[in-house]
Structures are given as C-alpha cells and as structure tokens.
C-alpha cells in the first residue's frame, strides 16, 4: 500500500488550510456585509461566533481527516461503526467540492482579469459611468468570462498536478506570503489617505445606535452566517488537510490557528476598503458592487492609481486562487481513491469535467442571461452559491458534528482522543454537552435563515 503523503512543513499546514478558508468570503463579502450592518458591532459578534462555533466544527473535520488518513469520500468508510451508513455524506462532500467550483473558477477568473486590466492601463482616464459600464460589459462577454474561468482551472490543476509538496505546498506557500505582504503595503495606503480615519472609526468602533438602525436581530445573524461560511466548513474541504497531518499538535489548536489567519485576512481587506471609501466619500454599504464598481474608481482618482489597483487585484486573485487550488486538491484526492487512478490522471480528467461545469456559470450573465432562477437580476452563480452556502455547508457541518458527537457514529470519546494528539489546545470533557447540543441548534437556527431568504 502506497504511503499517504505529508505536508512537508506545519507553516504550510497552516496556509493551505488558511488558503482554502480565505477567498472571496474574506475580501470582498467580509466588507460589504460589515459595511451593511453598520460596523464595529458586526465585527464584534463576527470573532464571537467564530470562536464558539467555526472553530469546534473545524477541529472535527480535521480530526476525522487525521484519524481516517483517507480522503472525506473514504474517510467516514474508515471511520463508522459496521453496517451504518454516514458515507453516504462523502459523496455529498465531494458534489459539493464539484459545485463550490462550479462558480468558484469564474468569480476568479473576474478577479484575474480585472489584474489584467488595470495593470495594462485600461482603467487609466475612466470616470465613474465608464466603470460601472466597464463591469456590465465584462459580464456581458462570453468570450472574457470563459477564457479566464479556464486560465484559472488550469493554472490550478497543474499546480495540484505535481504533489502534495512539490505543487500544492509550494505554490500555496508563496500566494499566501505574497497575498499577506500585499495585504500589509495595502492596509497601510489606506490608513494614510486623508480623511481614512473615519473609515477606521466606522470600521472599528462599536456603535449600538448604527446597529439598532439595521436590526440588531439582522447583525447578530448575518455575524453568525459570515463567521461560519468564511472556514468553508461541511464538504470535506478542511478534512482532506487533517488526512495528510502530523500527529504533532492537537487539532483544536491547529483550527484556531486556522482561524486566527483567515480573521487577519478578513479584517485587514477591512482596513484596505473602509479608509478608501470614506477618504473618498463613497457610501460603505454599497454591497457587492463594492470591489468591481466602487474600488476602481476610488484607484483610479488616487496618486498612483494604477499601481495600487494592479496591487488590489493581484492580492484578490491571490486570496480566490488559494482557495482554487484546495478544493481542487479535495476533488483529485477523492476521486484517486474513489476509481483507484493515480494524481496525474486525477488531474487530467478533472481538468475536463470541471471546465465543463463552470461554463453555465460563465455564460451565466450573457448567453444563458435569461436564466434567472430567484427572480429578474439573479443568474445561475446565484443558484450554485445558494445550493453551496445555504445547504450543503450547513447540513455537512451538521453530519461532521453529529458523527463525531453521537454514540451511533464515531463518538465524542473518539474525537476528543484523536483531536488532543500532539501539544497544544485540548478539546475538553465539559465540551461534550456543548458541542453535541448548543452548536447543532446554532447550525440549524443558520440553516432555516438561510432558506428562509430564499422561500
């Protein structure tokens, strides 16, 4: 039997578990949902509640992942007591893996474009009509949206082509270096443009009143629904990293490492864009729209624009592509042990079939733009991002959780040996009653929210 790979170092652990976690969640929701609920009170409940619930569900996946040494489509296979019937989720975990990438590739492909585009100049002299026009024209281009969507698969499966250590390691080390160099040279632009400071204020300090003016019941639940998704827990993304862990450290420590990284992210893209829209008078609230339509313009009217947006979007791609790269990593790894072929011909065959899949998401908003799932304006990103974010995560963490907490699947005692292997944060016995009663209402609380939205 071939020897399961390792990571080759704990820092990259660390980053490609982080890079799977942060994307476009982090850098481009993170803020426009914080500018939406008015601030600092948001941010507050944000780090509450990835504190008392993301992190207990990341441990378990990374414990069942550690335990098993099998990829999350096997992993339970390894793991479950004879004769039941908790495998069945893997094969959930690896669709769900399959439609994250689905519109996951395009939305990165946007962000390499948009690169491209200021680092050629083509945003030099546009005022503010001409880029907003300039985003509708991207969407309405098939030719753009497919070219890049493929660039970015490519680029992502020959990286994973190459091994654990000498592809995906390697090259996520780099990005995520890279990504949180550019992150610090952009926050501190920010900080320093005149007139920033009220940004800042908005951003960090807590103000009820502002909060009361959104619905502090919305606050809190929009707070709960961020801090969950932002670790891409519930389709095996994180428990494929814990299959190639060490047995050095224990797993809740790893998670609120994890945790910790991905906040950083999250809060410093906070710091990028809040000073620059208050510098420039531009309303924080301004929802999605906020990264293709807001931000170019508040570069394009800066001293040196051009350079700082080229700065922007690299550091965006960079965030995306890290998390590219994971899940691709999950798909090929389960797909190996799921037909038994090796990684180049994992990586092969996928290169295909998700190319394949990301084009409805691609000729989304041009070809297939009468498609319009949840009513005039929505496109089918907006239904793979629905079946992702409001089912798949929360209903996969949900079975995570139960497996690793009831008598009828693996079993607390299991999970708490498991995860308190090595040094570091242990998972407690007073945990038990909380993480087998407390999170579950939470989850489901986060589902029915989720759907209600949407019926």
């Given amino acids: 039997m071939k020897q399961r790979e390792t990571f080759k170092s704990r820092l990259g652990f660390l980053l490609l578990s982080a890079g799977c976690a942060i994307g476009i969640g982090n850098v481009w929701r993170f803020p426009y949902i914080t500018g939406q609920n008015g601030g600092g009170v948001f941010v507050l409940f944000y780090l509450l509640f990835l504190a008392i619930m993301g992190v207990p569900v990341l441990s378990m996946e990374f414990s069942v992942g550690r335990a098993s040494r099998k990829s999350p489509v096997k992993a339970y296979q390894e793991l479950e007591p004879k004769g039941s019937k908790w495998h069945l989720h893997g094969y959930v975990a690896l669709l769900g893996n399959y439609v994250l990438m689905m519109f996951y590739t395009t939305v990165c492909g946007w962000m390499m474009y948009y ?22 024209e991207m969407l309405a281009n098939p030719a753009i949206n497919v070219f890049w969507m493929v660039l970015a698969v490519v680029l992502g499966i020959v990286i994973c082509s190459r091994g654990l250590q000498n592809g995906v390691e390697k090259i996520t080390k780099t990005m995520m270096l890279g990504l949180l160099v550019l992150m610090v040279l952009l926050a501190i632009r920010g900080i320093t443009l005149e007139g920033g400071t009220e940004g800042l204020k908005f951003y960090l300090l807590p103000d009820l009143e502002r909060a009361k003016a959104v619905g502090l019941g919305n606050v809190i639940a929009d707070a709960m629904n961020q801090s969950f998704f932002t670790l891409s827990l519930g389709i095996g993304a994180m428990a494929i990293f814990g299959s190639y862990l060490q047995k050095d450290n224990t797993l809740l420590g790893e998670a609120v490492n994890v945790a910790v990284l991905d906040t950083c992210v999250a809060f410093t893209a906070g710091l990028i864009i809040f000073p620059a829209c208050f510098a420039f008078g531009i309303s924080p609230d301004s929802g999605p729209n906020l990264i293709f339509i807001t931000l170019p313009n508040v570069f394009i009217s800066m001293a040196g624009g051009r350079l700082w947006g080229s700065l922007f979007f690299i550091f965006m791609s960079f965030a995306a592509f890290s998390t590219v790269i994971a899940v691709f990593e999950n798909i090929i790894a389960c797909d190996m042990e799921l037909f038994n072929m090796d990684r180049k011909k994992s990586a092969a065959v996928n290169l295909v079939v998700i190319i394949l899949l990301s084009l409805p998401c691609a000729l989304g908003y041009n070809v297939l733009a009468d498609f319009q799932p949840f009513g005039a304006g929505t496109a089918v990103l907006d239904l793979e991002d629905f079946v992702v974010s409001n089912i798949l995560l929360p209903l996969g963490s949900l079975i995570y959780l139960m497996f690793c907490t009831w008598k009828w699947g693996w079993g607390f005692k299991n999970y708490q040996a498991e995860a308190n292997i090595g040094s570091g944060l242990k998972v407690a016995n007073w945990m038990r009653w909380y993480v087998t009663i407390v999170i579950p209402i939470m989850i489901i609380v986060l589902f029915c929210q989720g759907m209600a939205k949407f019926l």
């Fill in 115 to 136: 690169f491209y585009s200021f680092a050629t100049g083509r945003y030099t002299g546009m005022d503010a009509a001409q880029v907003q026009a300039a985003f509708g």
